[in-house]
């Protein structure tokens, strides 16, 4: 067999095993080259959370203050996890800001901070800044949060 005719053979295979990964796996297997993963219909959050203690953060915010569960003691408080990335979690971000900006911040009974997986600070600051929110936002960048609330999709709220 010449070499040419080898050369044809192996890119021949490479094209029909390509072929077969997008053919039969790309609804598994693109996405999560994209970055994004396909919503899980009806994945509860993981229930052993509820009643529990919330898991204790220290967190900076979008202008490099560090923010600790602690400083909410005694407050009602909303926690969402989101990410600019994934179109519905920021979509939660403009609603939950124009909640509110109805009233200053501290006249709400309850207390809103939105905390960024996995992202860097300047992206989520750039993201707030461009929007005009007013959200308290902290920035998650390793996940380590998100992993302690045993976060499964984004948006989710606690």
Do not use: C
């Not at 067999?1 to 044809?8: F, I, R």
């Not at 052993?48 to 202008?63: H, K, M, S, T």
């Not at 909410?72 to 979690?89: E, G, K, M, Q």
């Not at 997986?117 to 949060?145: C, H, N, W």
């Amino acid at each position: 067999m010449t070499s040419h005719l080898k050369t044809a053979i192996f890119v021949l295979v490479g094209i029909a095993v390509l072929f077969g990964i997008v053919r039969f796996g790309a609804e598994s297997l693109l996405p999560s080259i994209a970055g994004e993963m396909p919503p899980v219909p009806d994945a509860p959050q993981d229930s052993q959370l509820v009643g529990e203690r919330a898991p204790y953060f220290d967190l900076p915010n979008i202008a490099g203050d560090h923010v600790k569960l602690s400083d909410y003691a005694d407050t009602p408080l909303i926690i969402v996890f989101w990410s600019t990335w994934n179109a519905d979690a920021a979509d939660q971000i403009k609603i939950l800001d124009d909640y509110l900006g109805k009233r200053s911040l501290a006249d709400h009974l309850v207390q809103v901070i939105a905390i960024s997986s996995q992202e860097e600070r300047s992206i989520v600051a750039s993201f707030m800044r461009r929007g005009g929110y007013r959200v308290k936002t902290l920035v998650d960048a390793q996940g380590i949060t998100s992993e302690e609330y045993r976060i499964k999709s984004l948006p989710t709220f606690y």
